[in-house]
């Protein structure tokens, strides 16, 4: 049985910083593949707007092919309701015996208040993303001393700059996968 990684998040756009630090991971971490679940609608940012569901798997498909050790799923799109990592675990599970959640380093701090964490813990090692500009811990409780934490190779790109660049008509060339760019362009988003 393969050794996966869950990359999960909105990608709105999906851009060269999610790309160049999953790829740092499967190689710290030896995985067989990542793969990128884009949540419908995440827990912690429901009141935010995000781009369609569909605009926002196309672009992870695009920005995907050709990798052979990249996949994408469209589990937590296909549910139509609130995204809950453990929902998806359970359903991963089925399928891989080793599993590694994939989480930004400041999601460990509010990891006590993600849906039944310690089942979460249970099925998926969880992995936090740690950067050289990563500010010391906050705190530590049991999710903290249980989490794994790598140093990724990454590049400060945000997904927030990129919709406000478009959206001022500056250009993202180098941020985002040429396809994804002309996806943006093509399909009209961020524009309002």
């Known amino acids: 049985m393969s050794k996966v ?8 756009p999906i851009h060269h910083g999610h790309l160049i630090t999953a ?3 499967r190689e710290i971490r030896s995985l067989d593949k990542i793969i990128f679940v884009p949540a419908y609608i995440s827990p912690h940012k429901q009141h ?11 672009m992870i498909k695009l920005a995907l092919d050709e990798i052979p050790f990249f996949e994408y799923s469209d589990f937590e799109i296909k549910q139509h309701t ?3 990592t453990i929902d998806t675990l359970r359903e991963f599970k089925k399928f891989f015996s080793e599993i590694e959640l994939i989480i930004g380093y400041d999601n ?5 208040s993600w849906k039944d964490p310690d089942e979460i813990m249970k099925i998926a090692k ?14 530590i409780d049991k999710y903290v001393e249980a989490a794994v ?8 790109i945000s997904a927030t700059d990129i ?3 478009v959206a001022q008509n500056l250009p993202i060339h180098y941020l985002v996968p040429k396809e994804v760019e002309e996806y943006i362009y093509k399909n009209n988003l961020y524009k309002e």
């Not at 990684?5 to 709105?12: A, E, L, M, P, R």
């Not at 935010?48 to 196309?58: E, G, T, V, Y």
């Open 5 to 12: 990684g869950i990359f999960g998040g909105t990608f709105d």
């Open 23 to 25: 790829q740092s991971v």
């Open 48 to 58: 935010a707007k995000a781009s369609s569901a569909a605009h926002r798997l196309n």
């Open 82 to 84: 609130i995204s809950y």
């Open 108 to 112: 460990i701090f509010q990891f006590h």
């Open 126 to 139: 969880v992995i936090v993303l740690k950067r050289k500009s990563s500010h010391p811990l906050d705190f």
């Open 149 to 156: 934490f790598v140093q990724t190779r990454g590049i400060e």
């Open 163 to 165: 919709r406000n660049r």
